[in-house]
């Protein structure tokens, strides 16, 4: 059974992120944990009548936290839920990240699905929004659902790499069970400038990316172009793709093709998935 960690503010967009979720593992037996932290301020004071007043505070917002758990239960309880769904509500008085972590390590969580806000989507990962926070310092697979996402069954999902990194097993089997999920097919993508050829060590990687995928539908390709954007996008709209699978040693290298500042020239991660995989 899958340990799925569902972080809720109960935002419009945490909510879509739920929907999609649902959908996506909506033949797969799971155990959904859904988590509001209310995160304790950077400051507080030292005196007795402080922590006192700080005490009354704790109760009060957990108490608020477990009502609005409740009321979310009813909603998806009304959509309504796939019988292979089971469902945990907590709620916590503490920095956000610290209770990701904890989470993730007594559930034994295999993913983490979480919403992304705004016209700018992911690109605000690279900006200390929760979401983005993490993606870098919490070791759990990353499902990122933008906003505007609507579900539809990812028929094909990209995987771009620069085929310098050697590829852990732990990532691969993360990405297979992903493609396996819907029987999607996996398109590795790789960009390059004009003229580049794949060196002894990017051919060698690539070779072994192909044994290990032997028994998924996949499919390599190459774009050429120093517009890094423009070439991901252009092979993305393309292609139809449904949803981008990415290393997340590789953040920075994605983060020139994904995060730029240029939001009006990028639409497609504004509601594209987007699943983070670690190490």
């Not at 009354?56 to 239960?73: A, H, I, P, T, Y």
């Not at 997340?248 to 987007?274: C, G, M």
Request: hydrophobic share 40%.
């Amino acid at each position: 059974m899958l340990q799925i960690l569902v972080p809720t503010d109960f935002s419009k967009n945490a909510w879509n992120a739920i929907k999609y979720g649902l959908k996506l593992f909506e033949n797969t037996n799971c155990t959904f944990y859904l988590l509001h932290v209310n995160p304790i301020p950077s400051y507080s004071g030292a005196g007795s009548s402080v922590k006192g007043s700080s005490q009354m505070v704790r109760e009060s917002v957990l108490k608020e936290s477990k009502e609005n758990l409740d009321q979310l239960l009813l909603r998806i309880k009304n959509i309504p839920a796939s019988a292979k769904h089971s469902f945990v509500t907590t709620a916590f008085h503490d920095f956000f990240v610290d209770s990701i972590k904890r989470e993730v390590e007594t559930k034994k969580i295999d993913l983490i699905i979480m919403g992304t806000k705004g016209s700018s989507g992911l690109r605000k990962v690279t900006m200390g929004s929760n979401t983005g926070d993490v993606i870098t310092k919490v070791k759990c697979p990353l499902l990122a659902v933008p906003e505007n996402a609507i579900f539809k069954k990812p028929v094909e999902i990209t995987f771009p790499t620069d085929y310098y990194l050697g590829y852990d097993l732990k990532v691969l089997n993360t990405l297979v069970e992903m493609v396996n999920l819907n029987n999607s097919i996996l398109r590795v993508l790789h960009i390059s400038k004009k003229g580049e050829e794949l060196s002894e060590e990017q051919l060698k990687n690539k070779e072994f990316l192909n044994d290990f995928l032997k028994d998924i539908e996949h499919s390599f390709h190459s774009l050429t172009g120093t517009d890094l954007e423009a070439a991901v996008q252009c092979f993305t709209e393309s292609r139809d793709i449904d949803m981008i699978a990415m290393v997340a040693k590789n953040l920075n290298f994605f983060q020139r093709i994904l995060f730029r500042p240029k939001v009006e020239l990028i639409s497609y991660h504004t509601d594209i998935p987007f699943l983070v995989l670690h190490e």
